[in-house]
């Protein structure tokens, strides 16, 4: 304890420190209660009562100096009016606090908040939250049923600190709370570039204490949507969003549908509108919208969506009503939109509107520290889409991060890049392991990509086309899904290492093969291959 | 408890506080024996192993009374506090009021500066306030039917009165103590019981239903046989709370033990009674004269005295640990000799 003088400012308790001749000392009084401490000393009591229970307090005044003879009692006239009435208690209370000369170099305070209405309990714990009352709390409770009175007349009472980082264990539930979440935005991937780190820290504090517009910048590939994703999970798993995840690009949002894409429509507002659609903003309602590159909206678009931000209504199209929702949005761009507003392509309001929490994420060859483990995370996740795990000698790691972390590696689609690779090399990991083979053909294959497609996006990799190109047709090849291009392209290119049908199915199905009644590999890969219009000769036909 | 004595007066006494039994004992030892001698004490691991470690309430209204007829120099007297520092100047006999919460006890506090008072240069009138019926405490009954006649026959002149009592909770109550002091402490003996001189049962009573007491005295008859004739109520004012304290005196020739029980919330008046008579009945199985708290109190003023003797059923540990503080501050040593048919005798050898 310091050696302040301790000064409690508590209500009257007209319930329960009423009490009535000698039979007052069989009840417990809380406000008695706090001078018969042994271990706490009052050297001042400021007591607030109503005008109409000036009795009451003078009794408890009495009471308090036979008990007590250090602690002088100070009696305040409170008018509440009506003690339940919520404005009027706070505002007598905030009165009494704004007049009160605290004296904080001499004196401490505590605010007892176990007398008055609930209301004037709730008003005092406000009061002191926000250091209007510049204390502790102090709650007091009656001598347990069993324990011997005249060792525990005085019943109980604890001093609470509303200062919650005091406490220990509260302290640490937040810093693990916060770990969590951490881990969470990075994906479980304990990434150790110091700059990604404290920019993740940053976006978690900013996505739990504030509902604001985000905008991520960084290029393509780099994490912009799935961070956006963890985003909107952790926020709720904090109950801080209730809504939906909904996520589009603004470069697929072309002409005419784009604004009902966005804003939906009415029935019958253009040809071909023949139902009603909500839009992606509604289907954000109270959830989170990702639009990323958002530089490639449309004019009318931006004003729109200002709108909406500002308001949280818009109109959509051919409707004569305004239609409400309330989300939080997250931007993503790859391009400066200072430099589209100054060339009168983006809206200054708009991207002021957007900007205020702005964070740039680095792509992959500004985080080579991170390679490593983002490496461990696409191995786990190859070996979840697989069923089998792949593993990776220590030797033939090490070969990959030393080019992964070289100049030489442009990462050019950043993590996109990453994770097509380790795609590519657990499909064909013989055994169930990356070879040195394998590697020296995937970084083959990626050197050869960044150097015809620099800056090329979404798996569409040079080699990779080259070889879907030279088997399928550009339409075929285009109309292939992200997963189906890799493993095609990946079939492909052991169908022109094989002599025969059987050889190519061998080693495409080496592993589960052995588990099989009958090794009918070649048929497997037939049957394979015919699902995309291919014949063996087709596939194994070497190009010019 | 291995206390140091110093050899020079200026260095202060260490007391360790966490040693033996009842830190409010040790230092209410101290407080008196540094007003007595001037010597200025450090005691520290207040309390140290219990729930609530350090200086309470009710230690310091001892201190403080102690510094006020001392103006002493005082470091550490807050709540909480573990260590004390007490160093006093001479102590100042004269008109004293000192208002003490149920927190304390007015016989505690006068029992830490009675006897720097009864060895100062004048008389002194103290008025102590608060609590004088408290069960964790001796009651004024105690004060002025025990204590103060031993104490008297070590030289100086205490009288108690009880103005008002104050029970606990609430307190309130008043006494007033008149000290004539003296010169030096006489050895005094008190070895035996000597011849019954009377037997008295008091029950103070204040706003407890008239039959409580009633009840209380037809149980103690029943069990001690001492006749209703020397029953007697004593009736307090009830705006202070109510109190029921029952009291039975055993008076013999040249000392009187007081035996008390305290009326609580669920507890029968005959229970209360019971209470009172087994303590009464184990002491005159004894046979011996001083009670467990006499043997207790006995120590301080016959070290000082520098001989003398008593006799006692048994040490409580509370005595073991005064005798500690005591040997600590004064060089005397007692002479322990367990007797023949049970019970010990204590003694100052002349010329100690």
């Given at each position: 304890m310091s050696s302040k003088k301790l000064v409690v400012l508590g209500l009257l308790g007209t319930q329960l420190d009423t009490g009535k001749h000698a039979h007052r000392w069989k009840s417990w009084r809380p406000t008695v209660s706090l001078c018969q401490h042994d271990d706490l000393l009052v050297g001042r009591l400021e007591l607030l009562h109503d005008r109409r229970y000036t009795g009451l307090a003078e009794t408890i005044t009495t009471d308090i100096t036979g008990v007590s003879p250090e602690t002088e009692v100070r009696r305040h006239v409170v008018e509440f009016g009506d003690p339940w009435d919520f404005e009027e208690v706070y505002g007598a209370l905030a009165d009494f606090a704004r007049g009160y000369s605290f004296d904080m170099e001499n004196e401490e305070y505590l605010v007892h908040?176990?007398?008055?209405?609930h209301v004037a309990q709730i008003c005092l714990f406000l009061l002191t939250e926000s250091r209007h009352l510049p204390g502790r709390l102090i709650q007091t409770s009656p001598p347990r049923e069993r324990q011997p009175r005249h060792l525990a007349e005085a019943g109980q009472y604890s001093i609470i600190d509303?200062?919650?980082?005091?406490?220990d264990r509260i302290a640490a539930r937040f810093a693990q709370e916060q770990k969590e979440a951490l881990t969470f935005l990075k994906n479980g991937i304990a990434t150790r570039n110091a700059a990604f780190n404290r920019m993740i820290e940053e976006i978690e504090h900013v996505a739990v204490a504030s509902r604001e517009p985000m905008l991520f910048m960084g290029p393509t590939g780099a994490g912009k949507s799935s961070l956006a994703r963890k985003v909107f999970e952790l926020k709720r798993g904090r109950h801080q969003l209730a809504g939906q995840f909904v996520e589009v690009n603004c470069a697929t949002l072309r002409g005419d549908t784009a604004a009902s894409t966005l804003f939906g429509h009415v029935r019958g507002a253009f040809t071909g509108a023949q139902r009603d659609r909500p839009g992606l903003l509604r289907s954000a309602d109270s959830g989170l919208l990702f639009l990323d590159e958002i530089g490639e909206l449309g004019a009318d678009e931006q004003a729109m969506l200002l709108r909406a931000l500002e308001e949280k209504r818009f109109l959509p199209v051919g409707a004569d009503q305004e239609a409400k929702s309330d989300f939080q949005l997250i931007a993503g761009t790859n391009s400066d939109l200072s430099g589209a507003v100054a060339k009168g392509e983006f809206r200054e309001d708009l991207l002021a509107r957007i900007n205020l929490w702005t964070f740039v994420l680095p792509g992959l060859a500004q985080r080579t520290e991170d390679i490593a483990p983002n490496l461990d995370h696409e191995l786990e996740n190859a070996a979840r889409l697989l069923g089998r795990r792949v593993g990776m000698a220590k030797d033939v790691r090490a070969a990959f991060l030393d080019f992964a972390r070289s100049g030489e590696a442009k990462w050019s689609a950043n993590f996109r890049d990453l994770n097509a690779a380790v795609t590519r090399m657990t499909t064909l990991a013989r055994g169930g392991r990356i070879t040195h083979e394998v590697l020296s053909g995937e970084l083959g294959r990626l050197r050869t990509g960044w150097k015809t497609a620099p800056g090329t996006v979404v798996g569409e990799n040079g080699d990779e086309n080259a070889l879907l190109m030279s088997a399928l047709d550009a339409e075929g090849a285009a109309a292939l899904d992200l997963f189906d291009r890799a493993q095609l392209a990946c079939v492909i290119r052991v169908c022109r290492d094989s002599k025969s049908l059987s050889e190519a199915g061998r080693r495409l199905f080496a592993v589960t093969r052995g588990k099989r009644k009958t090794a009918n590999d070649a048929d497997r890969l037939r049957k394979y291959l015919t699902r995309f219009g291919l014949t063996w000769p087709c596939a194994n036909h070497s190009p010019p | 408890m291995k206390a140091r004595v110093k050899t020079t007066t200026s260095t202060p006494v260490v007391i360790d506080g966490a040693a033996g039994e009842g830190g409010g004992q040790i230092l209410r030892t101290s407080l008196a024996l540094s007003l007595v001698t001037g010597r200025a004490f450090r005691m520290v691991n207040i309390r140290a192993k219990r729930a609530k470690p350090g200086l309470l309430r009710q230690h310091l209204t001892a201190v403080r009374a102690a510094v006020e007829i001392s103006d002493a120099a005082c470091d550490g007297a807050e709540i909480g506090s573990g260590e004390l520092v007490f160093r006093p100047e001479a102590v100042r006999a004269g008109d004293y009021h000192f208002a003490i919460g149920t927190a304390g006890s007015t016989t505690l506090v006068l029992q830490t500066i009675l006897p720097g008072l009864a060895l100062a240069s004048g008389p002194s009138q103290i008025v102590l306030e608060g609590g004088t019926h408290n069960p964790l405490a001796p009651p004024f009954d105690y004060l002025a039917h025990t204590f103060l006649p031993i104490f008297n026959r070590f030289g100086p002149t205490v009288e108690a009165t009880l103005v008002r009592a104050g029970f606990y909770p609430a307190g309130g109550g008043q006494i007033e103590v008149k000290i004539t002091p003296t010169d030096r402490l006489r050895a005094v003996e008190l070895l035996t019981r000597g011849t019954d001189s009377g037997r008295r049962v008091v029950a103070h009573v204040a706003g407890v239903p008239a039959n409580a007491a009633e009840r209380a005295f037809e149980q103690a008859d029943k069990r001690l046989r001492w006749g209703r004739g020397v029953c007697e109520i004593i009736e307090h004012p009830t705006e202070r709370g109510q109190g029921f304290v029952l009291v039975g005196e055993v008076a013999s020739e040249g000392h009187t033990e007081v035996f008390t029980s305290f009326g609580e919330r669920g507890l029968r008046a005959e229970a209360v009674a019971d209470r009172m008579v087994e303590q009464v009945r184990s002491y005159l199985a004894g046979g011996l004269p001083a009670g467990e708290h006499m043997a207790d109190q006995f120590l301080l003023p016959m070290a000082l005295s520098g001989g003398g003797a008593f006799r006692t059923a048994g040490l409580s540990p509370h005595a073991r640990t005064n005798m500690d503080v005591i040997q600590a501050f004064l060089s005397v040593r007692f002479q322990v000799t367990e007797l023949k048919n049970g019970g010990v005798e204590v003694r100052v050898p002349c010329g100690n």
């Open positions: 908040i176990t007398t008055g209405t509303l200062d919650l980082s005091r406490y | -």
